[in-house]
T-cell receptor, first 115, second 114 residues
Framework: NAGVMQNPRHLVRRRGQEARLRCSPV?????VYWYRQLPEEGLKFMVY????????ESGMPKERFSAEFPKEGPSILRIQQVVRGDSAAYFC?????????????FGPGTRLTVL | AQTVTQSQPEMSVQEAETVTLSCTYD???????LFWYKQPPSRQMILVIR??????QNATENRFSVNFQKAAKSFSLKISDSQLGDAAMYFC???????????FGTGTRLTIIP
């Protein structure tokens, strides 16, 4: 029974490059959430997706960041033209269909370093 | 906006002793959930315990229990019989019923002294 999987675990990019972070939810979970953790801080909500829909993106920066959760395949968090301030750990979480009553289960995170 | 405050950046406890981590939150909602997550050096976020605000009974999970004071908006975590494996960052988190977004505190780093 695999948990939430994220890859890569570590990603190094130079300023101006693109970063793609992948998240495979727990099998059977149809809700995915992305959070960002800056050094020495708590996690901050970015976006909440269901299959093929963005439900809440109130925590996403307006530019350069986008997220998708296609009908088939993993959820993708995409950061275009990365800057040093994007260096952080990005966590994905998933929950089952009855999300209103259930807990979010987290993946191991992707640590993004921007040089 | 909801906020979660953890006023203890660091705590330490002797192995086998009991420690309590503090958390307060601010909300105008009446239905919500509270969580404690553990983040060991591996950085994996692990759910420790959850509490539904409508339940008066405090949640317990083995050596972990909470003291939920709804009127005071306080949600502390008690760890009994502390073990070396309990060493980690502990985050308190809040979620309003019907809103999937988790709001986290800044965390408490717990050290276990052998």
């Amino acid at each position: 029974n695999a948990g939430v999987m994220q890859n890569p675990r570590h990603l190094v990019r130079r300023r101006g490059q693109e970063a793609r972070l992948r998240c495979s939810p727990v099998k059977g979970h149809s809700h995915v959430y992305w959070y960002r953790q800056l050094p020495e801080e708590g996690l901050k909500f970015m976006v909440y997706l269901q299959k093929e829909n963005i439900i809440d993106e109130s925590g996403m920066p307006k530019e350069r960041f986008s997220a998708e959760f296609p009908k088939e395949g993993p959820s993708i968090l995409r950061i275009q033209q990365v800057v040093r301030g994007d260096s952080a750990a990005y966590f994905c979480a998933s929950s089952p269909l009855l999300a209103g009553a259930d807990t979010q289960y987290f993946g191991p995170g992707t640590r993004l370093t921007v040089l | 906006a909801q906020t979660v405050t953890q006023s203890q950046p660091e705590m330490s406890v002797q192995e086998a002793e009991t420690v309590t981590l503090s958390c307060t939150y601010d909300t105008s909602e009446s239905d919500y959930y509270l969580f404690w997550y553990k983040q060991p050096p591996s950085r994996q976020m692990i759910l420790v315990i959850r509490q539904e605000a409508y339940k008066q009974q405090n949640a317990t999970e083995n050596r972990f229990s909470v003291n939920f004071q709804k009127a005071a908006k306080s949600f502390s975590l008690k760890i009994s019989d502390s073990q070396l494996g309990d060493a980690a960052m502990y985050f308190c988190a809040y979620r309003t019923f019907g809103n999937e977004k988790l709001t986290f505190g800044t965390g408490t780093r717990l050290t276990i002294i052998p």
